[in-house]
């Protein structure tokens, strides 16, 4: 099917971005059942929505000229959930009206407000924005609804998830009654259904998500892991899959800020993208991507949406979604504009039922698989590594004469073996995971259980994740502190706002002996015993770090629920791993008031 019965200046922008045929989605808005109408759009993220809602609106912004009819007030207004996404809108839309004289007017947060109020104040034919500063510019004056034709509502369903329900409403009772109301979302819940009844009238129906949700360019996998391997089965889909870029989903900021510091510790060139961080550092955040500096970005939900990578080809849920609809959203990252995407849920074994409902529920066909071993990981770079050296090069002359150098020097096999190791060593290690059979978690277990640890007294610090605790850090305090070694300390629990750890029983009172001692002032960290040891909910104190035989700290067992929401604390720079703690002074006695 190719464009058809489109204004002349929009089909010529079509052709010059070579649109030869439209999306499903595209054609269907353009149908003459859906002109003049409004409409209840639902189709896969992706899936060619900006233009789609672009030509749906031209019958009602362009003139019998073929140009934008004059107005100093806007015509129509696009609402997205996101910074990110209002850009994004914007520059399709700017290619595709410009040629019609259209103005667009881009009113989103961490922009300059003034800036904005003067554009707008100079007349816009379109305006794109967020809630929130769209609201801001409506009660101060400087936007004027009362000529507007059109009203678009991109991704509805997050914007409603974002709580921006009043923001909505407010907006929409500014516009005139006739004006058509365009509403785009993935999905359809009960809040988006009775926003559609409030404000549409005998909107048309449009879907081109299919019986699979539209999940056709998306392969799903299911990896059950033990609740222990969690950052080990991430850095190994990584290495399996090497994407050019891949985003990692986490529940919580904290989580976020300790698998980004992991990953980059283990070489992998990552950002971080959370609440936490300014509108500056999520833009430096996401440059960094897009301009291949950075190949991994971790994300909460609510950071992650509205981004829109093309390179993007891998999605890891790291922590489960809440819900199907999550599970879409997180994965519709990838997969889009008809590219393949590949999305992967690591599933503790112990939820695995609770998975498989959910995938049911949402009609996902997974597979499920095991986490990729270091052999198979080998295999893969093995091949990757031959291709790219026998793909073709361009050379100059210093190329040539330096070759020459080195032939001289050494054989083929030697130069060939050299630059072999240079590209292995350049990637970050595969780890060894836990078989997932009863027999192979046994082992772990075993293996995980220390001589003279039997019987154990538990010590608290008033640190945790919080406070950016690590062990790398905590276990030399400790030592120092308590006069012992790195192996008479056993297990260590992280949570958010404190850490338990081991020692034998045997030189408890020694131990807390030498740790009154060693206070080193108000500057320190409180150490004390604790009768009870770390609370036993959701794996003992929070996130743990458990330690193995040899004394040496292992990695953190794995992003952990707690630890709370994604509220603002502490900015730090979105592609840098967290520093170390600063303790604060520490207060006696009762808070002062």
Known sequence: MEFQNLPALLAEALAAREYSAPTPVQAAVIQDEAKGRDLIVSAQTGSGKTVAFGLAMADDLIGEDGRVVPSREPLALIIAPTRELALQVSRELIWLYGPTGARIATCVGGMDASKERRQLNHGAHIVVGTPGRLRDHLERGALDLSALRAAVLDEADEMLDMGFRDDLEHILDATPNERRTLLFSATMPKPIVALARRYQTDALRISTVGEDRGHGDIAYQAVTISPSDTEHAVINLLRFHEAETAILFCATRDNVRHLHATLVERGFSAVALSGEHSQSERNHALQALRDRRA???????????????????????????????????????TGRAGKKGTAVLLVPYPRRRRVEMMLKGARINAEWIEAPTPEAIRANDRERLLAALLAPVETDEEDAALAERLLAEKTPQEIAAALVHAHRAAMPQPEEMIEQTPDGRRAAQQERHRPGFDDIAWFHMDIGRRQNADPR?????????????????????????????????????????????????????????????????????????????????????????????DRPRRRQDPSRPAGPYKAKPHRKGPPQR
Not at 307 to 331: F, G, K, M, N, W
Not at 484 to 494: D, L, P, Y
């Open 295 to 333: 190949r991994v970005c971790v994300a909460t939900d609510v950071a992650a949406r509205g981004i829109d990578l093309p390179t993007l080809s891998l999605v890891i849920h790291v922590e489960l979604p809440r819900d199907a609809e999550a599970l879409q959203h997180r994965s519709g990252r």
């Open 473 to 565: 850090w905590i276990l030399p305090l400790i030592c120092r502190r308590g006069h012992i070694t790195k192996n008479e300390i056993g297990a260590i629990r992280i949570g958010p706002n404190e850490t338990f750890f081991q020692v034998p029983s045997a030189i408890a009172s020694k131990f807390a002996a030498a740790i009154a001692r060693t206070h080193e002032g108000d500057e320190d960290v409180n150490i004390e015993p604790s009768r009870d040891g770390p609370p036993q909910h959701g794996g003992g104190g929070g996130g743990g770090a458990p330690r193995h035989g040899g004394g040496r700290p292992s990695h953190h067992s794995g992003p952990r629920p707690q630890g709370g929401d």
